[in-house]
């Protein structure tokens, strides 16, 4: 279009009296006051206010006035004490290391595997002497073969010593010609994580200091580019800890370091910069965003209390999505698992990011799952354009509140933590065990309840899938203990779900078929359907094999039809004002013709429990109730758990 023949648009900035202008906002407390009345006496805390594992009450809206005396709020991205990121281009210019997981024991297979991917989106390298062979300089030069680590970054979890592992790097270098000076990256050593996650040390605590303090010295002069001290949260993650946990005891780690560091002459400028921070990435959006806000401002007031200057204040974040939050059967959904998690972790602002391949819960990733988990990250950066946005959360009420929130109590049990001794002395004593056991068992009993949901485990279970198989996984080698403790017990959750699932395989291996149950529905459609529906859903959790007839019309009928499918299970759909009259006739005929059979109630009503349970009904089901242990104890009566 022509200059001559362009339109004079004159756009118009001001406001314009609109509907909204009629109104003025309602206050919180009117707000309130109207959702009281909406929720018909239901108490407001029950209904909308939600308590987490953390101890913290979400309230269902936020507002100005929650977040109006917050400390950080005026802090830019790049400065302060780093809430909203260390960098203040944020993504802009350096986008987060896509950091993923190799864990192939044979140094070739490593390599080939790790060129393929490098050359499809993977911007860094990730090499584990604990599932890798590296032990030799000839090893690690066929795991790295024609990898240019001048340019791409390379972390190396070394386990409880790194020295060992950066003397065979530099030997590696060194005999290929290459200039260590320009190697970027990370080794990281992490003592305590390690005694934590096994339960021992092969050596003393003193002598892991010892070779940590020699490592901070040789690359401060071989290798200035490399970290060389890890502190790792996936010890405690994997072990279900909350997301105030696990920050609290990595920086209880962290101190111990920074002190047994300067004990040995080193400056809080010195140790520092040379520190890489693991955090698992759980699946509480919101919580996770939080936590890694928190965990930047934190660490940048402890470093700044030690004296360091800006740069030491700057905490380098790598973010692994959940181990613990997968699951073996339905293994897709936990691609949709690692998405928001990893979403949750680019907001948040790690600085490098491993999401785990669908299928790691059965052994090491193939081509596919490891490309499935690689484009998740280059999804989020090529076409969500996550890199584009400083500190996307920022800002939100909500998040702010929640950040000041989890570093509140963050730092309440990490100056617990340090009262017990350091983060030693707190594992010796078993304080960070039994805190997150208690965490854990909460986390266990809402899975049980259908509280705490795992799609394809206690919820919409696939009895239909066929049992997934496993694959080898490289065989770690373990060595004499010098120091033992408790160790965490590193646990997925769904495990108790999958175990029942087993058992129902197992069981259909060696009789031919799965554990049957029998609905017996009562009445027409509308009187059996919602319960006989939620019954269906509740029993294909633990793998039962579920008949699902029409309604019945008479309490014989059902009992001929349930006595003739041969289930050893039974259980009674409708409703409680039709139960007085079906459950007395419909129990005594089954147990009649098999006194073993287990007669479940779908529903509890709590006035005529008792009354059922004498009539002969065994088991309740409800909304709340606990699956594990319901299924569990039928897998006991029926034979299918010894």
Not at 324 to 331: G, I, K, L, S, V
Not at 558 to 585: K, N, R, W
Not at 589 to 595: D, R, Y
Not at 605 to 630: M, Q, T
Request: glycine letters at 8%.
């Amino acid at each position: 279009m022509s200059g001559n023949s362009r339109h004079n648009y004159d756009i118009q900035l001001e406001k314009k009296p609109g509907l909204a202008g009629d109104f003025s906002p309602p206050t919180y407390d009117q707000w309130k006051t109207a959702a009281e009345e909406n929720l018909k006496g239901v108490p407001f805390e029950k209904a909308l206010v939600t308590h987490t594992y953390e101890n913290i009450d979400l309230q269902p809206i936020y507002t100005k006035l929650d977040i109006e005396d917050l400390p950080h709020l005026e802090e830019k991205p790049g400065f302060g004490h780093y809430v909203r990121g260390t960098d203040t281009k944020g993504y802009l210019d350096k986008p987060w290391e896509i950091c993923q997981a190799i864990p192939y024991n044979n140094p070739d297979e490593f390599n080939n595997a790790l060129k393929h991917d490098l050359e499809r989106g993977q911007t860094a390298v990730h090499l584990s002497s604990g599932t890798t062979s590296i032990g030799t300089p000839e090893d690690m030069a066929a795991a790295l073969k024609d990898i240019d680590l001048e340019t791409i970054p390379i972390h190396i979890d070394a386990g409880f010593s790194g020295l060992d592992t950066y003397t065979t790097l530099k030997t590696v270098l060194e005999n290929e010609n290459r200039s260590p000076e320009k190697v970027n990256g990370s080794i990281d050593a992490d003592p305590l994580g390690y005694l934590a996650a096994h339960g021992s040390l092969p050596i003393t605590l003193e002598n892991a200091f010892d070779q940590m303090a020699e490592l901070l010295s040789r690359a401060k002069e071989e290798m200035p580019l490399l970290r060389t001290v890890g502190i790792s949260g996936l010890p405690y993650h994997n072990a279900g800890a909350s997301a105030i946990q696990e920050p609290a005891f990595v920086l209880a780690s962290a101190v111990e370091y920074i002190e047994g560091m300067m004990d040995k002459g080193f400056t809080i400028d010195e140790i520092a910069p040379r520190m890489r921070f693991t955090f698992g990435i759980g699946p509480f959006y919101f919580m996770e965003i939080a936590k890694l806000r928190a965990a930047r401002l934190l660490w940048s007031k402890i470093v700044e209390t030690y004296g360091g200057d800006e740069e030491s204040r700057k905490m380098n974040i790598h973010g692994v999505t959940s181990f613990y939050n997968q699951t073996r059967y339905a293994p897709y959904v936990n691609m949709l698992r690692t998405v928001t998690e990893a979403f949750s972790a680019v907001v948040g602002g790690v600085d490098g990011l491993q999401t785990n391949p669908f299928d790691e819960t059965l052994g090491p990733p193939d081509e596919f799952s490891r490309r499935a988990a690689r484009n998740t990250q280059i999804v989020l950066l090529e076409e969500s354009h996550l890199a584009q946005v400083l500190d996307p959360a920022g800002g939100s009420y909500y998040v702010e509140k929640l950040t000041h929130e989890v570093a509140r109590k963050t730092w309440d049990l990490f100056r617990e933590t340090e009262k017990q001794g350091g983060m030693f002395n707190a594992l010796q004593k078993e304080f960070p065990q039994k805190e997150i056991e208690t965490t854990a068992e909460k986390r266990k009993k809402d899975l049980a309840k259908g509280k705490y949901v795992m799609v394809g485990t206690n919820s919409y279970a696939n009895v239909k899938e066929e049992k997934p198989g496993t694959k080898p996984r490289p065989k770690k080698q373990s060595a004499d203990a010098v120091i033992s403790i408790r160790s965490l017990r590193l646990h997925r959750a769904a495990e108790i779900f999958e175990e029942l699932r087993d058992a129902a395989n197992t069981f259909e291996t060696q009789t031919g078929a799965r554990p049957k149950l029998f609905l017996a529905t009562m009445g027409p459609l509308r009187q059996h359907k919602a319960r006989a529906d939620y019954s269906r859903g509740f029993f294909e959790l633990g793998g039962f094999d579920v008949i699902y007839p029409e309604g019945f019309d008479t309490p014989g009928a059902a009992v001929d039809a349930a006595a003739a499918s041969g289930a050893p299970v039974v259980v009674i759909c409708s409703t409680d004002d039709t139960y007085p009259e079906l459950v007395p006739p419909i129990t005594k005929g089954l147990k009649a013709t098999n006194p073993g059979i287990q007669v479940v109630l779908a529903g509890y009503p709590k006035d005529r429990a008792e009354a059922h349970k004498e009539a002969g009904v065994d088991e309740f089901i409800y909304l709340g109730a606990d699956a594990h242990a319901i299924l569990s104890s039928l897998f006991q009566k029926i034979g299918v758990l010894k």
